[in-house]
């Protein structure tokens, strides 16, 4: 037991039938996982849903298996021990955390469950003392091992290349319309519109604090705004862009980092180096936003750069100008 902490054991400390009343709740929770993967995904990707209901249904017979062979070593009542109640035990991630991080994650996630079953089965074999018991716990590694090779045929059979092409596009899809297309417009709007504010307080002033704090101000407030609006514009639910908070948050980060990318050197208190530096940090900006198009956006990167270029130079111009008006 460990001190403080009465109602946890180490692994350690378990003996045979604490590991196997263990395993077979963690057979039953990761079927439950399984179903609730293949649940999520299967509008949107129904082979890789099948792939996980095949996993659901091996779990449930590694659990049948582990039932018959815990009533014919301890009896018909099964210890109720779940993954939480061992110190240092593997844990599984929230489903709903994972769900979160898309298409490939979640097989990923997988992966590492199947992983993580298999070592506890071996780790539990080598420790035990009884040759039988030894020979049980043996068996159920090599049942994790044989499911791993079993999922591995399953996304043979379901997750055929243009299958997975046609759930990478969806997924490639989702993306872009959830993280890059609110993020780019926070981007463009941080980056360009806030150059007419910056650099007219900096020709204005030519002192570098003030120009940073009008900087400042309006990074912060215009993510602010952006961020309210792009969450508020659409639930996504008709339009399939994802949640509104993701979108949201995206694009007020965005918006204000592009803002204080050229605000941030007026930090520096000698303002024509801080106005120097200012100006080569619009240029990477202008060029990130031009890439980005290019890469996410499919706009061919040399219009991309142009539009971007003369639109944020007509900004900056208008920002020199009011600035020694």
Known sequence: MIPGFSSRRRFSDLNERQVLSLAISSEVEDREIYMTFAEHLKE????????????????RGHYQRLLALYHEKFGKAVLPIRRQDVAGFYSRRPVWLVENLGLERIRVEAE??????RNFYKAAADRAS???????????????????????HLAEENLTPSA???????????FVLTYVQPGLAGLMDGSVSSLAP???????????????????????GSGIS?????ALSDDGVITGRGAPTRRGIACGLMTTIGGLGHALPYLIPAFWTATAIAILVVFVE???????????????????????????????AAGILIGNV
Not at 286 to 310: G, S
């Open 112 to 117: 590492l469950m199947e992983t993580d079953a």
């Open 130 to 152: 009884d040759p039988a018991i030894r020979s049980l716990l043996t068996d159920l590694a090599a049942a994790e091992a044989e499911h791993m090779d079993r999922a591995d």
């Open 44 to 59: 949107e990707f129904p082979s890789t849903a099948a792939v996980f209901e095949g996993m659901a249904s091996e779990e």
């Open 164 to 174: 997975r092409e046609t759930e990478n596009a969806v997924a490639h899809r989702r």
């Open 198 to 220: 910056v650099f007219a307080a900096a020709f204005a002033t030519q002192d570098s604090f003030s120009t940073f704090l009008v900087g400042l101000a309006a990074a912060v």
């Open 286 to 316: 202008l060029w990130a936003i031009a890439w980005i198009r290019w890469k996410y956006m499919d706009t061919p990167f040399l219009r991309a750069t142009l539009q971007i270029v003369l639109g944020g130079a007509l900004v900056f």
């Open 226 to 230: 952006m961020g309210l609006t792009e």
